[in-house]
């Protein structure tokens, strides 16, 4: 039962962070590198808000989103003036150096020893120490995130994101403020990971610099295109995929000693097969650019 | 000229393209709620003219003016905010969003478009979108494309994609319209009510520059004419002068 | 001290520069940010390794065998991968995911069959000389040597050979190429070779310096990369620049502030050219920015 749980909780977790790197793949049509960086920038946050000022979880994870959210704009910049590849590198660019922050700025973030013994959430005096109540806790936030990114898609901010994503020159011909537009996107996108960050850190109560790497970033983006981008269904469908298919792999009794690198390997096949048969996914609408 | 002021003034335009001056030193005045033609031969510039005033291009070097109102520094969203529309030569509808989100978006300051509004100003928003909503039930009903609201606009055949490109741009309410060419690829039967729906528009109040290629139309509604070739204004006046110049005859119609 | 470190920076510069050049050969020509150039690196020097340690071939056949083992693989890659992405028109996004997904897939592939332990290739002290009270081992030596060579065949290659032509004009103009009657194709096929060989004699000499592990493929082909940029896309030569540039500028990092920096402080200098100097230090003024 613990199992499931622990399975349904990541689901919350990768199913917010898909939801919202969907925001810049699917709606802007920017291939974004850096995702697992806000997600680490997030859990760091958060993480130390608690533990160094005491914070509740809540105010933490409040305080993580608006700190992840406005160093986005450290990466939106960029993608307002470099196109294509060049945004891919500036976005790699990002993501290693966020990484090398959090390895090496021991004074702040203890580098590669991670920081342990990260308080539980609490509410009016309930912890949410046990994972039933922590899975109930991520489903709850998992289903505000949903909500509030399909309003948000549904809007006419989704709507003027889907028309630039389709033809940039007549949007702004049409009154739209691109690159105000695409901003906003980054801000958005990068206060979700930091929820996902947040939740990830409550739960494992320790974390340390190598789950938010390049490798992770990458993880992401194979979950958005696997499900597919563009709509809010292909994300998700991706999450369940790729969060299932190495439980499934275990279940035929892959040895754990190659079960990583079979998995990978799986993951890297099917980027390829996909962008070759199916660019769009599983189950998403848009064709990366 | 007529004696109203110009809406839209242009001082010496010039613009290079891969070393090549493809608007050269161009200088126009645009009566207000009236009907100007541009027309010229192929390659003439008159599409690169247009990209200069709607912001996509900056001008090397001359001045734009939008009723006192300096343009040629101006981002593309803000000249459609001032009250510039256009439509494209090319189209460019969004072909994978539906007729009606396309004229949806026509709007080129919809508050909504801000998340901030969304969640802050979520009253006053959701009134203007069931607003938009019903001028867009009116817009779709006016170009006869009722059947196809939910179709995606890619669908459509030539057309009605240019119908809808019109009725996305009359939605948008602007009270300068660039047309590129639209009569082209239009029928005969709908080119006569194309140029009747010009003609009562600007009767409303608004102003129309016109890129246009066949000049049966052009001497039907235009009220002035430009003659751009090479990048050069060398002609101007009413439809039957400057077609009847033997400059822009020898130059154009080859006669 | 200075001297040292500034020694030490050239002759990663020119490990640097040599991987660069490939990865760069392949961008200007096919417009396509191989990051799989990372997996053709960690395959040459593994298989370099499985002659060398473990079938016991010379040096001076399992050297050069794992160099040509890493350009075969490049040309797979093409006709497998790349060619099929080309011919529906695919967009760079696509090509860049596909080729993530050919790096995931080689590197899990290496690590299963050897192991994420790293390998050492010539264990020992290395002989050392002095220069001017710069000290150098006999490998970085061979590096340095090695460059120079490569470096030069390279600049004759692409000057005057009729290869070089048509791979500059596939850089500037592709359909005035067809028009010329080569076949893109087969151009391209070379291309991706000559590019992994670049990968393969940097990834080898490396390997004989330091050992290897699975993962050196993605730090050098972030180097290529940032290489690339700091240089100047476009000019098949630069990337030697922006690879002497890292490699001196992560050492002087190493010597004033900490190794530990070295890796932020690269890719702080790819931020910064990206936005400031897209064109690279060499390169012409393209069209990197967004019209
Ligand atoms: N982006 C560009 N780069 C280089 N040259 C361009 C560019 N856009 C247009 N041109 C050139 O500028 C000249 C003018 O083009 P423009 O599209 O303005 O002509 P036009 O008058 O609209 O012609 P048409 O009647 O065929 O639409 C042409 O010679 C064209 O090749
Ligand atoms: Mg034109």
Same mark, same amino acid.
């Given at each position: ?289 | ?72 520094? %101006?981002?593309?969203? +803000?000249?459609?905010?001032?009250? *510039?529309? /256009? $439509? ?5 509808? &969004?072909?994978? @969003? ?57 669908? %459509?055949?030539?057309? +009605?994609?240019?119908?809808?490109? *019109?009725? /996305? $741009? ?5 009270? &300068?319209?660039? @047309? ?76 | ?291």
């Amino acid at each position: 039962m613990n199992y499931l749980f622990h399975i349904l909780i990541m689901l919350c977790i990768y199913g917010i962070l898909a939801l919202s790197l969907n925001l810049l793949i699917g709606y802007s049509g920017l291939l974004s590198l850096a995702h697992a960086a806000f997600y680490g920038i997030g859990a760091y946050a958060s993480t130390l808000l608690m533990v160094k000022l005491g914070l509740n979880f809540f105010p933490a994870l409040i305080l993580g989103i608006f700190i992840s959210g406005s160093l986005a704009l450290l990466i939106a910049y960029p993608s307002l003036r470099l196109k294509g590849d060049y945004f891919v590198l500036a976005s790699l660019g990002f993501q290693l150096i966020v990484f090398s922050i959090l390895y090496n700025w021991i004074g702040l973030t203890r580098g590669p020893y991670g920081i342990p013994g990260i308080p539980r959430p609490t509410i009016f005096g309930f912890e949410f120490n046990s994972i039933t109540s922590y899975f109930i806790l991520s489903a709850g936030i998992f289903s505000l995130v949903f909500v509030f990114i399909r309003h948000l898609c549904q809007s006419p901010f989704g709507r003027a994101l889907k028309s630039l994503r389709e033809d940039e020159i007549a949007a702004r011909v049409m009154g739209k403020n691109v690159p105000l537009l695409k901003v906003w996107t980054f801000i958005i996108a990068g206060g979700l990971a930091a929820i996902s960050g947040a939740l990830y850190a409550g739960y494992v109560t320790y974390i340390d610099p190598t789950s938010f790497t390049l490798d992770e970033s990458i993880f992401i983006i194979t979950i958005v295109l696997v499900g597919g981008s563009g709509n809010l269904k292909g994300p998700l469908a991706g999450v369940l995929f790729m969060i299932i298919l190495p439980e499934a792999l275990r279940f035929i009794g892959l040895p754990d000693t190659i079960a990583p690198n079979v998995r990978q390997m799986i993951y890297g096949l099917l980027l390829i097969l996909l962008m070759r048969y199916r660019p769009q996914g599983l189950a998403g609408e848009y064709r990366l650019e | 000229m007529d004696n109203r002021k110009a809406i839209l003034k242009i001082l010496n335009l010039t613009k290079s393209l891969e070393g090549l001056k493809v608007v050269d030193s161009v200088s126009i005045d645009i009566a207000r709620g009236r009907i100007t033609g541009l027309i010229g031969p192929n390659g003439a510039g008159k599409t690169t003219l247009f990209n200069l005033i709607s912001g996509l291009l900056r001008p090397d070097k001359g001045e734009i003016w939008f009723e006192d109102k300096r343009i040629d520094t %101006l981002p593309s969203w +803000q000249i459609a905010r001032a009250g *510039i529309g /256009r $439509l494209f030569q090319d189209i460019r509808i &969004f072909r994978k @969003l539906s007729v009606l989100e396309n004229i949806l978006l026509a709007d080129p300051n919809h508050p909504g478009e801000l998340p901030l509004n969304l969640f802050f100003n979520y009253r006053n928003i959701a009134r203007i979108e069931q607003k938009h909503l019903e001028s867009a039930e009116y817009w779709i009903e006016f170009v006869g494309l009722e059947g196809k609201k939910d179709s995606p606009a890619g669908s %459509l055949s030539f057309g +009605q994609q240019k119908l809808l490109a *019109i009725a /996305r $741009l009359l939605a948008g309410g602007h009270k &300068f319209l660039l @047309l590129d060419e639209p009569t082209a690829g239009v029928n005969p039967a709908m080119i006569k009510s194309l140029l009747n729906l010009i003609q009562r528009i600007v009767k409303g109040g608004k102003t129309v520059l016109f890129i246009e290629h066949n000049m049966n139309v052009v001497l039907k509604i235009a009220d002035w004419v430009y003659f751009l070739d090479e990048g050069r204004v060398t002609s101007f006046g009413r439809p039957e002068e400057v077609l009847g110049d033997t400059e822009v005859r020898k130059a154009y119609l080859g006669v | 001290m200075l001297l040292q470190f500034l020694a030490n920076g050239l002759v990663t510069g020119t490990v640097y520069s040599i991987v660069a050049l490939g990865f760069a050969l392949i961008y200007n020509t096919t417009k396509i940010l191989h990051i799989a150039h990372g997996a053709v690196y960690v395959f040459s020097c593994y298989i370099f390794f499985t002659l060398y340690r473990i079938l016991h071939l010379p040096l001076i056949f399992s050297l050069p065998l794992g160099i040509i083992s890493g350009a075969l693989l490049g040309i797979i890659m093409e006709i497998l991968v790349y060619r099929p992405l080309f011919e529906k028109n695919a967009s760079s996004g696509v090509a860049i995911v596909s080729s993530i997904g050919i790096y995931i897939f080689i590197v899990n592939l290496i690590a299963l069959l050897f192991g994420n332990e790293t390998k050492i290739l010539s264990p020992g002290i290395e002989k050392t000389y002095e220069f001017a009270g710069v000290i150098l081992t006999r490998i970085q030596i061979f590096e340095a040597l090695a460059f120079i060579i490569v470096f030069a065949l390279y600049i004759i290659l692409l000057k005057l050979t009729n290869f070089g032509k048509a791979v500059r004009a596939l850089a500037d103009n592709p359909t005035l190429l067809s028009t010329l009657g080569v076949e893109i194709s087969d151009l391209k096929i070379w291309i991706f070779a000559l590019g992994s060989v670049f990968a393969g004699i940097s990834s080898c000499l490396v390997a004989l310096d330091v050992g290897m592990d699975p993962n050196v493929g993605m730090p050098a082909l972030l180097v290529s990369a940032v290489a690339m940029i700091v240089g100047g896309v476009g000019v098949f030569e630069s990337a030697v620049i922006g690879g002497f540039t890292i490699g001196i500028v992560q050492n002087l990092a190493v010597w004033q502030i900490s190794a530990r920096w070295q890796e932020g402080i690269t890719f702080i200098i790819l931020i910064l050219f990206l936005l400031l100097r897209p064109q690279g230090l060499l390169g012409k003024r393209t069209r990197v920015e967004e019209k």
